[in-house]
C-alpha cells in the first residue's frame, strides 16, 4: 500500500483523488493539507504542512495538487523529510522550475504539466510527426480549451507540447501567442499557440498539421478530472522506492 500526504486535498482534483482511494487498497490516503478545512474528509487535515504532526514513516509520498506559489513550501518540506513528492500543480514559473531541478538531487520528484496518461501519449506522437511533417513545408498550430476558472494561459499541457516539439526541431521555431499586432504572413519557422477559455470544459488539446491540401490534427479530450487523479496515483505508486532524480510521464510509460 503506497501512504500519501494529500496537499490541496479540497480542491476540485484533490476531491476526486481522495474519492478513487476510499475503495482502493493499493493507496491510503493518511493525511491531507489545505487552507480550506472540511469536516467531510476520511482523514485528518491540517491548515499548513507546518502542522502537519505525522511521523515519515506514515508517509511514502506527497501528492500535490495546489497552487504555483505553495510549491516552494511543499519542496522544502519534502526535502526536510527525505519524502518523496508529485507535482502536479502547474502554471510554474522558470524560479520555481529551477527549485524543482535542484530539489530533485536530494529526493525522488515526479513531474508532469499534465498528468493524463493520454495526454502523455499524444506528446509522444506530435513530436513524431513533427519530425515527418515539417521537412514537408507543414504549419504548427496548438489549440487548447479549458473552463472559465483556469487561471493560467496558454495551459502548461500546451506550453509542453510546444517544447517537446521545439525540442524534436532542434529549437529552430519559436512559439507565436498573439497575431493580432503583427500584420504580416505567418512565419513559416513558428508554432502557434492558442488558448480558449469558457464553461467547464475540462480540458482539450489539439495540434494541427497544416500543409498544402491537407491538414492532419491529434486531439485529446478529458471528460472528467479522474484522468488526472488516476495519472497522479499511478505516479505516486512509481515514485514511492525511487532514488532522488526527476522523473515525469516517459518514465512511467517506459517502465
Not at 506528446?123 to 515527418?132: D, F, I, N
Not at 532524480?245 to 512511467?252: D, E, F, V
Request: with cysteine.
Amino acid at each position: 500500500m503506497t501512504k500519501i500526504l494529500m496537499h490541496g486535498c479540497n480542491g476540485k482534483i484533490g476531491q476526486v483523488l481522495s474519492k478513487l482511494t476510499d475503495n482502493n487498497p493499493d493507496f491510503k490516503i493518511v493525511a491531507g493539507v489545505d487552507v480550506n478545512l472540511s469536516p467531510f474528509n476520511n482523514y485528518p487535515v491540517f491548515s499548513s504542512l507546518k502542522d502537519c504532526n505525522k511521523d515519515n514513516k506514515d508517509i511514502d509520498v506527497i501528492i500535490d495538487f495546489s497552487t504555483a506559489n505553495a510549491v516552494p513550501f511543499v519542496l522544502n518540506f519534502a526535502k526536510e523529510r527525505k519524502i518523496p513528492v508529485v507535482i502536479c500543480t502547474t502554471g510554474l514559473d522558470e524560479d520555481q522550475m529551477d527549485l524543482i531541478n535542484e530539489t530533485s538531487k536530494f529526493i525522488p520528484i515526479f513531474f508532469s504539466s499534465n498528468m493524463s496518461l493520454g495526454v502523455n501519449l499524444l506528446v509522444s506522437l506530435a513530436t513524431r510527426a513533427a519530425e515527418v511533417l515539417c521537412d514537408c513545408g507543414f504549419d504548427i498550430e496548438i489549440v487548447e480549451k479549458h473552463h472559465n476558472q483556469k487561471i493560467d494561459a496558454p495551459s502548461g499541457t500546451a506550453l509542453s507540447i510546444a517544447n517537446a516539439i521545439q525540442d524534436t526541431l532542434n529549437n529552430e521555431f519559436v512559439l507565436a501567442f498573439d497575431r493580432s499586432k503583427i500584420r504580416q504572413a505567418r512565419n513559416k519557422k513558428e508554432i502557434g499557440v492558442h488558448a480558449i477559455r469558457g464553461g467547464t470544459i475540462v480540458g482539450e488539446h489539439d495540434i494541427i498539421f497544416a500543409g498544402t491540401d491537407e491538414v492532419i490534427t491529434l486531439s485529446h479530450t478529458a471528460t472528467s478530472k479522474d484522468v488526472f487523479a488516476i495519472g497522479a496515483l499511478k505516479a505516486a505508486k512509481f515514485i514511492a522506492k525511487k532514488s532522488p532524480s526527476l522523473y515525469n510521464m516517459g518514465h512511467l510509460l517506459e517502465k
